[in-house]
């Protein structure tokens, strides 16, 4: 395991369908952190997970937005009912402390047509 | 007031040139500070971490200024590789960091 792995790279839907995301983090990472991502703009933080913890969401994680981490490793991030301002980059990164920054997957880009 | 601001550029600059960057940050608070790499259509990459006394990595050199709450990053002797988005990223609490929209960066030839 040497980097954040993420799955799928790409995806296509149909508005108004659900779409689930996969992250697994750096094996040793306790945190776990997904991003969201626009043409133009920096990542915008969308949820925060210590182990299985969910300890922090942004007002931008709406209700069709939830996001888990079941056993503290990985983590997925559903989508509902996607709409088409959800088309974006979703970055997942994952480190052992803020202080050390972040290591951040390849990322999901959604196109939501 | 944004968080984490940037001057999105470009900046367009020759082969061998000297460029900084700054950005700005608003949560006096914050004690952690780095400057990220993206490229296009790539995931942003940890460039460096900034340190109160400034640090340096090779051609670059990162610098914090409390006071003005800026952080800046110069690049000397830019190299065709290092075009790139240059993202800014401040913690905003203990559990996050936010990052600036980016500076763009093109060197030519």
């Known amino acids: 395991d040497t980097g954040v792995s993420q799955d799928p790279r790409h995806k296509i839907t149909k508005r108004g369908q659900n779409v689930t995301f996969r992250c697994d983090p750096i094996?040793?990472?306790?945190?776990l952190y997904w991003y969201r991502q626009t043409l133009g703009q920096g990542p915008e933080f969308l949820t925060y997970f210590q182990n299985e913890a969910q300890l922090e969401k942004s007002r931008l994680l709406s209700d069709r937005f939830s996001a888990e981490r079941p056993k503290g490793s990985f983590s997925t991030l559903e989508i509902q009912r996607t709409e088409q301002g959800d088309s974006a980059m979703y970055l997942c990164?994952?480190?052992?402390?803020?202080?050390?920054?972040?290591?951040f997957g390849s990322g999901t880009r959604l196109t939501v047509v | 007031r944004k968080e984490v601001e940037q001057d999105p550029g470009p900046f367009n600059v020759p082969e061998g040139a000297t460029v900084a960057f700054n950005c700005t940050y608003s949560?006096?608070?914050?004690?952690?500070f780095f400057w990220y790499r993206q490229d296009c259509r790539k995931e942003p990459k940890l460039l460096m971490s900034?340190?109160?006394s400034g640090n340096e990595d090779g051609r670059f050199t990162a610098q914090l200024n409390r006071a003005s709450q800026y952080i800046s990053l110069l690049i000397r002797d830019s190299k065709l590789s290092d075009s790139a988005t240059y993202l800014c990223a401040v913690d905003s609490s203990a559990s996050k960091i936010i990052f600036g929209s980016g500076t763009r960066l093109s060197i030519r030839p």
């Open positions: 990164a994952s480190s052992e402390s803020p202080n050390i920054g972040y290591t």
């Open positions: 900034v340190y109160s």
């Open positions: 094996s040793e990472h306790n945190r």
């Open positions: 949560n006096s608070a914050s004690q952690s």
